[in-house]
């Protein structure tokens, strides 16, 4: 076998045999070819594309690339997956509602990646907490509590680690069966039989168009489908930041305050039917009303609160945050930004947005910076919202006063205000199951 040929076959436009994509997963994984061999391939997958046959080698090529996890939970082990939002802090809402309800919630979760905030980083801003955890530990503490989330190891499917860095910078990015296989493959390497996709669609999503991004979740949840898997894929939006807080400990506040009872909104809403979802995905509720009745339930009796507190615990944080969110790390600097202008937000930049807050410091613009847990702001207002000149736009949470001033402009340019009403932003989009695709209405 060797690489040449590979590529002279995609380029050609032929489908890759069985072998041929073994070789190529083994080869990112090892590092046993040259990685403009590998680029040259993926672009060549980019253009081409692969069938459904093709995508499903790659996804169990790349999961076999390094461990597969087989764990023993007491239960079914139920992952859910977000194509990347902004103020989207949903795993840190439903990860403690599912765990009390029954759930074994097993999350291995990225970092912050561009605009996007990533969950482990979010995390962090807890004291004392540890995400990078062995495997045995983290599976460990999903038996025992019902929910971890962790970083992802780098045992698990090496092969992914070695192409999504090569497609960050080939813009060989937005490929369903490219991305398919790095999402799947990483599922179905840490152990979850039950999964529940959150495919954001919209400006900054992976997809551009609602099409695009229903078709791969239909690529996804077919894949998912005949690995025997569990699985569905929620198509939502993403025209603002789903919660009000952006930022990693204003984030986890923002889940503490929801988890607690003292707030709601969209955040609250796509978290608790992302869980509803998975409470039926791995079997413990028959069908999405028993699932809402069981999420509530937790929620209103604080059994939720009481989960993410024993989750902290385990991974060694500190879970008097949950009670007094005052313990989380604060910004030296917050004030108002108020609005010079009126009319009705018609339209939110989120990736702006994201790109304010990362920086700020809230997230990386090189690899191997560090993060500001403290940093980021609050939204005030929503797309559809009139606001009168004087109103607060947001509250921020700055290192220095010339941050908040840069921050302050960033937002005001992300924002379009207009005379004329403007509709609220949908939340969500559609429900894809193995059986088709549900439109959602609100
Ligand atoms: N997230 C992933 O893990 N992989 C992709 O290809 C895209 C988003
Ligand atoms: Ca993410």
Redesign the pocket.
Known sequence: MDMISIIEDKKMGRALSKEQIAFFARAAADHTVPDYQLAALLMAIRLNGMDARETADLTMAMAASGDMLTPDVGGVPVDKHS??GVGDTTTLVLAPLVAACGGKVLKMS?RGLGHTGGTVDKLESIPGMVVDLPEDRFLDIVRTVGCAVAGKSAQLAPA?KTL?AL?DVTAT?DSIP??VS??LS?KFAAGAKAIVLDVKTGSGA?MPTLDASIALARAMVDIGHHAGRSIVAVVSGMEEPLGSHVGNALEVKEAIDILAGRAGGPLKQVSLFLGAQMLVASGIAGDEAQADRLLNAALDSGRGLEKFKEMITAQGGDCRVCDDVRLLPAAPVIRSMVAREGGYLAHVNGTALGMAAQRMGAGRIEKDDVIDPAVGFVMKKRIGDFIRPGDEICTLHARSEASAAETEQRIAAALTLSPDPAPKARLLYALVTPQGVKQLTE
Do not use: E, F
């Open positions: 194509t990347g990225g992914d999504y497609r990015v490219l991305i790095s999402i990483k992976l």
